[in-house]
T-cell receptor
């Protein structure tokens, strides 16, 4: 079965640079979520989109922005990168029709900021 | 967000049962979830329980919910080496509907002794 696809899988950036992470949800899923997981930490919810509209917002810094496109893929744009942004970034998708809002997670993008 | 608490480590012998505990704070959560994360991998939904249930069994997994005490547990019967992972309990950040992000506990590292 198709899973959530994230690209790139690994990314190395310098401080103050920008990064763009991409997420391709499971086919026919209309909802996308972004999470950040620091080393040894639990995942922290950043933001979600339903049917291309921003739905909920968590602890997303102002330096980050995200959007969901007409084909339901999503991109997380990160500017003025800081050392503390080094983390694993997960995208998850779900179907708005699902009873219990099961979120299927992608393999993550490991971002290292030097 | 709400606080979800778990103990950090649990060590069990292969073949024994593992019981991972979690306390949560939001009594209005509609669903509660258990996720598994293997090293360097994404999060895999193991099971979930609806808030009006006390117990749910799914093969080797048993979930118990004590809503009065806001206590959730995951029992893994006949623990195998492949069960070695970090287990996160999670609850919706808001109402549990729509594109709700999840609040995760800190995760319990399950260590299997031969």
């Amino acid at each position: 079965a198709a899973g959530v696809i994230q690209s790139p899988r690994h990314l190395i950036k310098e401080k103050r640079e920008t990064a763009t992470l991409k997420c391709y949800p499971i086919p026919r899923h209309d909802t996308v979520y972004w999470y950040q997981q620091g080393p040894g930490q639990d995942p922290q919810f950043l933001i979600s989109f339903y049917e291309k509209m921003q739905s909920d917002k968590g602890s997303i810094p102002d330096r980050f922005s995200a959007q969901q496109f007409s084909d339901y893929h999503s991109e997380l744009n990160m500017s003025s990168l800081e050392l503390g942004d080094s983390a694993l970034y997960f995208c998850a998708s779900s179907s708005g029709l699902a009873k219990y809002n099961e979120q299927f997670f992608g393999p993550g993008t490991r971002l290292t900021v030097l | 967000g709400e606080d979800v608490e778990q103990s950090l480590f649990l060590s069990v012998r292969e073949g024994d049962s593992s019981v991972i505990n979690c306390t949560y704070t939001d009594s209005s959560s509609t669903y509660l979830y258990w996720y598994k994360q293997e090293p360097g991998a994404g999060l895999q939904l193991l099971t979930y329980i609806f808030s009006n249930m006390d117990m749910k069994q799914d093969q080797r997994l048993t979930v118990l919910l004590n809503k009065k005490d806001k206590h959730l547990s995951l029992r893994i019967a006949d623990t195998q080496t492949g069960d070695s992972a970090i287990y996160f309990c999670a609850e919706p950040m808001y109402s549990g509907g729509g594109a709700d992000g999840l609040t995760f506990g800190k995760g319990t590292h399950l260590i299997i002794q031969p």
